[in-house]
């Protein structure tokens, strides 16, 4: 079973620039979540879907971020402007869950942006 | 906001030794998780302890969950090389319908 793929595994950009993160869950799996993780911390989820709606966003810097995931499949997660603090490792995850309890999430490898 | 709480932040210890992590959290659960984040890879689902339960098995690895404390506990047994990484736990707390994870604890294991 191909696991969750995400590109670019590298970005480094300016501040104020734009940038944008594509994310491909596993086959099936109805929810998507993007994480950051900055360095020496966990996870903060930023957004969440249940098929292509929004169930989460309460920790989405919506001023500068956006997320959409179309068809209920793919999603990108764009940064614009960024920022320095947006330094960090965006990880997207799929799970299986469709109802209450939240299951094992799988992750994707990770972007990791540099604002410079 | 960081839910879980792990302790300790650091852990270094012998090849073949065991090593305990534990979590905190602060309300009402669905169920814990733990995770590992190897140094540049993405996070791997180790195990799920759901809040009716007390313990739970899966290899080397041994969980407990406590719910009147609040607490959990992550054990791995005759540790490995391999087994260095962070281990993060995550908790579904009841009616968040989503995870929230601590800060890991980041284990060294010394050949």
């Known amino acids: 079973e191909a696991g969750v793929a995400q590109s670019p595994r590298y970005k480094i950009i300016e501040k104020r620039q734009s940038v944008a993160f594509w994310c491909n869950p596993i086959?099936?799996?109805?929810?998507l979540y993007w994480y950051q993780q900055i360095l020496g911390q966990g996870p903060k989820l930023l957004i969440q879907f249940q098929n292509n709606g929004v169930v989460d966003d309460s920790q989405l810097p919506k001023d500068r971020f956006s997320a959409e995931r179309l068809k209920g499949v793919d999603s990108t997660l764009k940064i614009q402007p960024a920022k320095l603090e947006d330094s960090a490792v965006y990880l997207c995850?799929?799970?299986?869950?469709?109802?209450?309890?939240?299951?094992?999430?799988?992750f994707g490898p990770g972007t990791r942006l540099t604002v410079t | 906001s960081q839910q879980g709480e792990e302790d300790p932040q650091a852990l270094s210890i012998q090849e073949g030794e065991n090593a305990t992590m534990n979590c905190s959290y602060k309300t009402s659960i669905n169920n814990l998780q733990w995770y590992r984040q190897n140094s540049g890879r993405g996070l791997v689902h180790l195990i799920l302890i759901r809040s009716n339960e007390r313990e739970k098995h899966s290899g080397r690895l041994r969980v407990t969950l406590d719910t009147s404390k609040k607490s959990s506990s992550l054990l791995i047994t005759a540790s490995r090389a391999a087994d260095t990484a962070s281990y993060f736990c995550a908790t579904d707390a009841r009616g968040a319908q989503k995870l929230v994870f601590g800060q890991g604890t980041r284990l060294t294991i010394n050949p």
């Open positions: 086959s099936g799996h109805a929810t």
């Open positions: 995850a799929s799970s299986s869950s469709k109802s209450a309890g939240v299951r094992e999430q799988y």
